[in-house]
């Protein structure tokens, strides 16, 4: 015969039962994380696991939504029991907790969530997509400029601007040596390990599935290019002569090269006439230097009426330009060729060395070799 169940204040329940059993106490849901209770409208980061205290025994129902239906949980071999985390700030969960005498403790609109990545950002560039472009000399390292690009993330969980790592992906084709301005594009990744300790919900930044590419972007880069100096040629009566092999000029066709860069002077002296070391050269802006790589001239017995001959010369970083610039001249032939015509071409590199350290050492010559003046 069944026990009748009074009403009460406290909420007694009595059941049919060979034994009477009453019971007050609502069943809790214990977060295994924290060691407390769940909260309505709580915040819970990654997979939420918890237990249910009650002496007797229970059902739990969850509801995801928008979306999800009610489903009855079941505990795993722990007695706990888990829900999976979402990726989106959107979704909510319900939870019902009933033990055997018809008490529920109900646990409503919680957020469950992942850590997730939003965007990346520059520091005081909040509002366009990272980086901002850089400028750097060629003296500067690339890898040590680009550290120091302040980039950080925003994740689900608004801790803020999160400073970060980032792994830095240098193009193959960057020459660090290239005296030749250089623009091109880095491509950055970000480095999420290790951010739960810097984020309120103490879990790492990570990416939600299908997103990997959030982690990633660029950062145009340009390297200065080195000095460049106007290389000037004179020409006189008596013949002319070119620099040949410049591949930049200015406005008005002045060549135009960069330090260690060779210079190639074709001189033509007209009919009857050879070259010796006196044409003008000029570099500018100071403080270069030309220094001319003295190249033997060929007899007068070996002279065409009208040769061409290469010459080079080296520019030489000074302190002060040299009184007087080194020079071709040409000159007068004194006698009549003795042989057959035969057409010369020589070069020599163009050096060009470090300034204030250097000091000349006097020229000298061979077996009829040139030999180029040392700068020690």
């Not at 059941?15 to 309505?40: H, Q």
């Not at 249910?52 to 722990?78: F, Q």
């Not at 390297?223 to 040629?233: D, F, H, I, N, Q």
């Not at 032939?333 to 057959?340: E, G, I, K, L």
Request: with cysteine; proline share 9%; hydrophobic share 30%.
């Amino acid at each position: 015969m069944s026990t009748p169940k009074p009403k009460t204040s406290k909420g007694t329940a009595y059941v049919s039962t060979p034994k009477l059993i009453a019971d007050v106490e609502k069943p809790k849901a214990i977060n295994l994380s924290t060691g407390k209770e769940l909260e309505t409208d709580g915040e819970y980061w990654g997979d939420l696991r918890f237990r249910v205290e009650d002496a007797l025994p229970v059902k739990v129902w969850h509801e995801r939504y928008p979306g999800g239906n009610i489903e009855l949980m079941t505990p795993d071999e722990d007695g706990c029991y888990t829900i999976p985390a979402d990726y989106d700030v959107t979704l909510h969960h319900d939870i019902c907790i009933e033990d055997a005498c018809g008490n529920k403790t109900y646990y409503n609109d919680i957020d469950i969530l992942w850590n997730y990545l939003e965007v990346v950002r520059e520091k005081d560039y909040w509002d366009v997509q990272p980086a901002q472009p850089i400028r750097i000399s060629r003296e500067q390292d690339l890898q040590e400029e680009l550290s120091k690009v302040n980039i950080g993330v925003f994740a689900s969980d608004v801790t803020g601007f999160i400073p970060v790592d980032v792994s830095w992906e240098i193009p193959e084709d960057y020459d660090p040596q290239s005296p030749r301005e250089q623009t091109f594009t880095v491509l950055g990744t970000v480095i999420l390990e290790g951010t739960g300790a810097r984020c309120v919900s103490g879990l790492d930044v990570i990416t939600r599935p299908g997103e990997e590419w959030k982690k990633n972007f660029a950062i145009s880069v340009t390297v200065e290019g080195a000095p460049r100096y106007k290389v000037t040629t004179e020409d006189s009566a008596n013949g002319s002569v070119t620099v040949v092999n410049a591949t930049e000029t200015t406005e008005d066709g002045t060549p135009l090269f960069y330090k260690d860069e060779l210079v190639m002077l074709s001189i033509a002296p007209r009919r009857g006439l050879y070259a010796k070391q006196r044409c003008p050269l000029t570099v500018s802006p100071p403080p270069l230097r030309l220094e001319t790589i003295p190249i033997p001239s060929p007899s007068r017995r070996e002279m065409l009426p009208s040769p061409q001959h290469l010459k080079s010369a080296t520019i030489i970083p000074s302190l002060l330009m040299r009184a007087a610039a080194p020079s071709l001249r040409i000159c007068p032939r004194r006698s009549p060729p003795q042989c057959p015509p035969r057409r010369y071409c020589t070069a020599a590199s163009i050096i060009c060395r470090s300034a204030s350290l250097l000091r000349p050492k006097e020229s000298s010559s061979r077996r009829g070799k040139s030999v180029i003046r040392n700068m020690l």
